[in-house]
């Protein structure tokens, strides 16, 4: 099993601002994710944190509006840039173990206003 | 169409009946499934995975898959109130930008009522 720790778990954001969200790993894991939820909606991958490399974005998604680092195998961190309330989500990294990607971080509730 | 489908609900049974939530996929080269179970404001806890064609059994959960319909449920036993939650499932599918990931269903709402 994996823990995994986000941080911050919720935050209230003024529109044009950005975020950055935090997610740490207590063993190394060679995939990361993140994902968006929207309110009342299933889970929607944004892109997966490579480390040494760029992240690969799914469809919709663009490195300057969410910029990913991933310095090494336990730690990736996901901005929020120039926000708009079209922003406000649930974000969520998780991490694959074998062939699961079973593991999810506690989540960060994100209010643009 | 939608690569991976649930019935939206919200499902209602009675405590101690048995839940059937029912997921179909698109992606014919799917090879992993999953169901997750989500607590309202919690995230996402896998709660059961399938690999092959037939039945999984653990605990009062049993995960069914059906490669050649391309459809995977989930039944739950003698339902708990504590079962109340959303649960999505999870197949693990070619995407725009990767390989193969996890796509996720719109989950479905499932209640025990007492």
């Known amino acids: 099993s994996a823990v995994i720790s986000q941080k911050p778990s919720r935050d209230i954001c003024q529109r044009g601002t950005s975020l950055t969200i935090q997610c740490q790993v207590d063993?190394?894991?060679?995939?990361m994710f993140w994902y968006r939820q929207q309110p009342g909606q299933s889970l929607t991958l944004i892109a997966t944190?490579?480390?040494?490399?760029?992240?690969?974005?799914e469809s919709g998604f663009v490195i300057d509006k969410f910029p990913i680092s991933r310095p090494n195998l336990t730690f990736s961190t996901l901005t929020v840039s120039n926000m708009s309330p079209e922003d406000s989500s649930i974000y969520l990294c998780?991490?694959?173990?074998?062939?699961?990607?079973?593991?999810f971080g506690q989540g960060t509730r994100l209010t643009v206003v | 169409q939608k690569e991976v489908e649930q019935n939206s609900g919200p499902l209602s049974v009675p405590e101690g009946a048995i839940a059937s939530l029912n997921c179909t996929y698109s992606?014919?080269?799917?090879?992993?499934f999953f169901w997750y179970r989500q607590y309202s404001g919690k995230s996402p806890e896998l709660i059961m995975s399938?690999?092959?064609?037939g039945d999984k059994e653990d605990g009062r959960f049993t995960a069914q898959l059906n490669k050649a319909s391309q459809y995977v449920s989930l039944l739950i036993r003698d339902s708990q109130p504590s079962d109340s939650a959303t649960y999505l499932c999870a197949v693990n599918s070619r995407s725009f930008g990767s390989a193969r990931q996890l796509t996720f269903g719109s989950g479905t709402q499932l209640t025990v009522l007492p």
């Open positions: 998780s991490v694959r173990l074998d062939r699961v990607e079973a593991f």
């Open positions: 992606d014919r080269g799917s090879q992993s």
């Open positions: 063993s190394q894991v060679t995939m």
């Open positions: 399938i690999y092959s064609n």
């Open positions: 944190a490579n480390q040494g490399s760029e992240a690969t974005y």
